[in-house]
Nanobody, 119 residues
Framework: QVQLVESGGGLVQAGGSLRLSCAAS????????MGWYRQAPGMQRELVAT???????NYADSVKGRFTISRDNAKNTVDLQMNSLKPEDTAVYYC?????????????WGKGTLVTVSS
């Protein structure tokens, strides 16, 4: 069983910064791509940023230049540094990991952490 636990959400004023962290635990061989997704009220879940095991990154256009994703393969963690936050960044942020099990693989999700940006 694989668990992803997010932390770092909260309330921040527009223009401020937050750093989200996600740690994977459990029994698995390795983790391929890790990422952050978000879901605002009444909206579908959308991609924010992903990072491969080798460090290649991909960002949604709406966060390019403001957010930075990073990971520590040894610790099985992924972080999201969010700067210049806007009210439209308000959402529940979910960590995602493509986990390689000893037999097969799975797409694992955290329970989410709420980010609220006030204007």
């Amino acid at each position: 069983q694989v668990q992803l636990v997010e932390s770092g959400g909260g309330l921040v004023q527009a223009g401020g910064s937050l750093r989200l962290s996600c740690a994977a635990s459990g029994s698995f061989f390795s983790i391929n791509t890790m990422g952050w997704y978000r879901q605002a009220p009444g909206m579908q879940r959308e991609l924010v940023a992903t990072i491969t095991r080798g460090g290649s990154t991909n960002y949604a256009d709406s966060v390019k230049g403001r957010f930075t994703i990073s990971r520590d393969n040894a610790k099985n963690t992924v972080d999201l540094q969010m700067n210049s936050l806007k009210p439209e960044d308000t959402a529940v942020y979910y960590c995602n990991a493509a986990v390689v099990l000893y037999r097969g693989g799975m797409d694992s999700w955290g329970k989410g952490t709420l980010v609220t940006v006030s204007s």
